[in-house]
């Protein structure tokens, strides 16, 4: 508005880590610790939450359940005596 003026500083130390991360992609190599990250985050975390939500599908029901109430689907019958 009031003209060439510039408001702000310039960091130098900003606009090189600015540029890096703008560049990144053309320096990226598979390195041995780069493929245990990319295995690990893409394969096994989500393996891992997909193997424990399967084994806790329909096992337990939140509805009308009162205190002392069994969670379970297929709760144990309490042995009579």
């Given at each position: 508005m009031a003209g060439g003026h510039q408001m702000v500083k310039h960091d130098p130390a900003?606009?090189?880590?600015?540029?890096m991360r703008e560049n990144a992609y053309k320096y990226f190599r598979f390195t041995p610790r780069?493929?245990?990250i990319g295995i690990v985050?893409?394969?096994?975390?989500?393996?891992t939450l997909l193997y424990i939500a399967s084994q806790t599908d329909n096992k337990w029901n939140f509805n009308g359940k009162r205190k002392g109430?069994?969670?379970?689907?297929?709760?144990p019958q309490p042995e009579s005596s």
């Open positions: 900003i606009e090189r880590w600015n540029a780069n493929t245990f985050g893409v394969v096994i975390v989500p393996g109430e069994s969670l379970l689907i297929h709760a």
